[in-house]
């Protein structure tokens, strides 16, 4: 193709966006899209010399060659039998909406910029912090996930905690829980900061005691290196909140910062039963929340929130020449609160469904999901071959297969994807194999949870 013609939307373009946009709401309206599994990069390479030609294969036959050989050589993360890690559940209207961002080419950077996005995405990020309970005047931004977001909060912690204290220790660190998120480790590690990690409670929470205890075994320069203090509000594994009120008493006490961690479980903050688990997290100095997990929001969209975006901004504002105009502007820079700055305005189908579908919504879906996993845990208890491993307190089950060896839990896992039965996958906890249903869609029904447990019944022909 010509090059001047890539940038027009002549006929044969105008075919393919028929082609394409009929393709996304075919894939939009499937309920449930097939589960579909990953294939080795043999097979794949094998399906087609190569994609990539100094002539272009033309709209129609690259988009056949995407909806026939390897859309179904990739997960649906969206299928209600999408169960392991920590699944995604867009809304139709939050799908349809990222649509139109891509469509807007809006660089969501600055105010100058996209001011209206913006305000918008704004809009969304009050809402969350109005949940929180955090102060009048808490924002932040929209990041790619949460491991930008934790990355991003603590270096505005220790970038705080050096302006405030006016000098640097010989080393830097946190001190979290060890259910702490792998992202905790790894934000650490590019940080160059080290981690202090407390014992966890019968279930693997962060207590204020065991910061104590923690705290009492430092020595005095240990303790003059530590600038944070992260609590995980529903840990990945088994979906626990730490202690956030004795998290945020310890931070406020040793005049460290104070970073949430809900990047999963901080949805939770909308069930009113689930509430008064998280008390503390208003004090949070930045929180982290995913509209990409249980938010309903598609990949990808974390929400990054400051209890004072001020202190972000002198952490992250990037200066140069040419951004002088936007640095020197008062309003509102998203680029300015996280390591970031060319930004996808990705709160913006997140916040159109909110507006779209109301709150209450979100309420009753997030809902949905903890109720699944109470009745999950009082049906597995039920179950002879089973075996509950703790009462679920979010939306993570974790249970066992009575009798089966390490093997045998990867040979299932692996066969109930490939029947399609569903994508559950086993992890680990106090060093024994088990299996973990992570609900974060509201259309995960008792009959797909069911559907799943009966395939355990069966000793799988894995060995054949
Ligand atoms: C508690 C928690 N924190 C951080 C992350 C990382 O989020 P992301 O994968 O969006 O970077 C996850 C992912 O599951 C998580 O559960």
Not at 260 to 273: I, K, M, N, P, T
Not at 329 to 337: G, K, L
Not at 417 to 427: A, C, I, T
Request: glycine letters at 8%.
């Amino acid at each position: 193709m010509s090059y001047d013609k890539m940038h027009h939307l002549d006929q044969s373009l105008r075919e393919l966006a028929d082609q394409v946009v009929n393709y996304a709401m075919e894939r939009i309206a499937m309920q449930p899209p097939p589960l579909d599994g990953p294939k080795s990069a043999e097979e794949l390479a094998r399906m087609y010399p190569t994609n990539i030609t100094k002539e272009g294969l033309g709209g129609k036959e690259v988009l056949k060659r995407f909806v026939d050989s390897y859309a179904p050589a990739t997960l649906s993360s969206d299928h209600p039998r999408f169960l392991a890690f920590v699944p995604v559940a867009p809304t139709k209207a939050s799908i349809l909406f990222d649509l139109v961002v891509s469509a807007s080419s809006i660089c969501g950077t600055s105010w100058l910029e996209a001011a209206g996005a913006v305000f918008l995405e704004n809009e969304a990020l009050s809402w969350l912090a109005e949940l929180a309970g955090m102060p009048k005047g808490a924002g932040g931004t929209f990041v790619s996930g949460g491991s930008a977001g934790n990355l991003s909060g603590l270096h505005t912690g220790r970038h705080h905690m050096f302006t405030t204290r006016g000098s640097r220790p010989s080393r830097w660190s946190i001190i979290c829980a060890p259910e702490a998120h792998s992202s905790i480790r790894s934000a650490a590690n590019v940080m160059d900061v080290d981690v202090f990690v407390t014992e966890g409670d019968d279930k693997g929470r962060l207590t204020k005691c065991a910061l104590d205890s923690k705290w009492n075994s430092l020595t005095d320069e240990e303790r003059s290196q530590v600038f944070a203090v992260v609590a995980t509000a529903g840990t990945t594994n088994a979906g626990m909140v730490d202690d956030l009120k004795g998290a945020s008493e310890f931070a406020k006490e040793h005049g460290l910062w104070f970073h949430v961690d809900g990047a999963y479980g901080g949805a939770g903050l909308l069930s009113e039963e689930k509430r008064p688990l998280y008390v503390g997290v208003e004090e949070a100095d930045s929180f982290v929340v995913d509209p990409h997990k249980w938010l309903f929001a598609p990949f990808d969209c974390a929400a990054l929130i400051y209890k004072e975006p001020i202190l972000a901004a002198k952490a992250h504002t990037q200066e140069a020449a040419y951004l002088d105009d936007i640095n020197s502007m008062p309003e509102w820079n998203p680029a300015s609160f996280a390591y970031h700055l060319t930004r996808r305005t990705r709160g913006l189908p997140f916040w159109f469904s909110l507006a779209v579908n109301g709150t209450d919504a979100y309420e009753k879906a997030v809902q949905a999901s903890i109720d699944l996993a109470k009745w999950t845990a009082k049906e597995i208890s039920s179950r002879d071959y089973l075996e509950l491993v703790m009462d679920p307190e979010l939306s993570v089950v974790m249970f066992k297969r009575k009798g089966w060896s390490a093997s045998e839990y990867d040979a299932w896992s692996k066969t109930a994807l490939r029947d399609q039965v569903g994508f559950v996958l086993p992890s680990m906890h106090n060093g024994e194999k088990i299996l973990r249903f992570c609900f974060v869609n509201p259309t995960t029904t008792e009959a797909d949870v069911s559907a799943i447990l009966d395939s355990m019944t069966w000793k799988p022909n894995w060995r054949g």
